[in-house]
């Protein structure tokens, strides 16, 4: 009698790992989080001068390609704020990271102005990045 038990015991220690496992798997698979978040924050630190929202949203390499690696160069940089309405034209996903290209439109000089940029966001350690942007001129072509 005691090996069924024994047995019965061992068994349900094993459904036991497999559950939390499968629940380790779905909670991963349910936290992803969404890519195109990071660009709306990446906007929204520009619009409102959030040096801390501009760091969550940005990798370090980033920041350092633009110069803006402080929140003393950020603030100098965007203190004044600024607003540009901005439209995503076209999102790619792939393994580890995003596209996006986007269309920007905001005043500079009085002049109404539309300009075009691919972001590439990337997912790091369980979060997504913004880690590169490419103005789109004629010739790019489209992301696939």
């Given at each position: 009698?005691?090996?069924?038990?024994?047995?019965?015991?061992?068994?349900?220690?094993?459904?036991?790992?497999?559950?939390?496992?499968?629940?380790?798997?779905?909670?991963?698979?349910?936290?992803r989080g969404n890519p195109q978040d990071t660009v709306d924050d990446f906007?929204?630190?520009?619009?409102?001068?959030?040096?801390?929202?501009?760091?969550?949203?940005?990798?370090?390499?980033?920041?350092?390609?633009?110069?803006?690696?402080?929140?003393?160069?950020?603030?100098?940089?965007?203190?004044?704020?600024g607003t540009a309405d901005y439209t995503v034209d076209d999102r790619v996903?792939?393994?580890?990271?995003?596209?996006?290209?986007?269309?920007?439109?905001?005043?500079?000089?009085?002049?109404?102005?539309?300009?075009?940029?691919?972001?590439?966001?990337?997912?790091?350690?369980?979060?997504w990045d913004l880690d590169g942007l490419q103005p789109i001129e004629a010739?790019?072509?489209?992301?696939?």
């Amino acid at each position: 009698m005691w090996h069924w038990l024994l047995l019965g015991g061992v068994a349900a220690l094993g459904l036991l790992v497999v559950a939390v496992f499968a629940l380790f798997i779905a909670f991963q698979l349910l936290n992803r989080g969404n890519p195109q978040d990071t660009v709306d924050d990446f906007y929204a630190s520009l619009e409102t001068g959030d040096c801390e929202l501009y760091e969550n949203s940005t990798t370090e390499a980033f920041r350092e390609g633009f110069g803006l690696t402080t929140c003393a160069d950020f603030e100098a940089a965007f203190s004044a704020g600024g607003t540009a309405d901005y439209t995503v034209d076209d999102r790619v996903n792939r393994q580890g990271f995003a596209i996006f290209d986007v269309t920007e439109s905001f005043t500079r000089d009085g002049e109404p102005v539309q300009a075009e940029v691919r972001f590439f966001v990337r997912r790091i350690d369980g979060q997504w990045d913004l880690d590169g942007l490419q103005p789109i001129e004629a010739d790019t072509p489209p992301i696939e």
